[in-house]
């Protein structure tokens, strides 16, 4: 499936700005960071693992999210973010494959990788499927979705484990990345649908 742009996105994301529906929850922050801020730290007292700094930083990092003043707009920014990390995990996967001298890894890493592949070229088109769902207000199937996507990365991240300590896993911080990306939508997911906002 074709990777979807930042260029895109940020149409939707105007789009999504300028025609909010009745069921929006709108925020009234008194500065653009103030949306990121406030969401991510209700998103990390409602949970053990998410993280309030990654949060923060990967949002913020993302200059279309300063005009962002509604939850729907920041969701779609964790997704396209999880879509850009998991194009371009498949790439890095791809080219570790690929280097055949020195062979980098023993037969079980690569048949780690080589499923880890599967899991994240799913994984683009899930999390494709969960923007578009998230689009047409269809929240409970985003966030199964994106929850399918959260476990693809700690799937992949278990199979190296499972290997052993002499097991040496490339893709733990990307399995980390996906997994709080796609955590930031499926909590924003949750306050819409539970109508708690912020």
């Known amino acids: 499936m074709q990777h979807i742009s930042f260029s895109f996105s940020f149409i939707i994301l105007v789009l999504t700005i300028s025609h909010q529906t009745a069921s929006s929850v709108l925020i009234n922050p008194t500065s653009p960071s103030d949306i990121i801020n406030q969401t991510c730290k209700k998103c990390a007292d409602k949970s053990s693992v998410f993280s309030y700094s990654f949060c923060s930083a990967s949002l913020k990092a993302v200059p279309v999210s300063r005009a962002i003043t509604n939850l729907q707009g920041l969701a779609l920014v964790a997704m396209e973010l999880a879509i850009e990390n ?5 790439s890095a996967i791809k080219q570790l494959l690929g280097n055949e001298t ?4 023993d037969p079980l890493s690569s048949r780690c990788l080589e499923d880890c592949l599967e899991l994240y070229s799913d994984g683009v ?4 499927g969960a923007m578009v769902a998230f689009l047409g207000e269809r ?3 985003a966030r199964v979705w994106l929850s399918a996507v959260m476990d693809a990365a700690e799937t992949c991240e ?7 300590r002499e ?3 490339p893709l733990e911080t990307e399995n980390y990345r996906l997994f709080q990306l796609c955590d930031i939508a499926l909590c924003i997911g949750h306050l819409l649908t539970s109508h708690e906002g912020l």
């Open 139 to 141: 929240y409970d199937t």
């Open 102 to 105: 020195p062979a980098p890894f």
């Open 125 to 128: 088109e899930t999390l494709v």
């Open 158 to 164: 278990e199979g190296f484990k499972e290997m052993g």
């Open 167 to 169: 097991a040496v896993n």
């Open 86 to 90: 998991a194009t371009s995990t498949i």
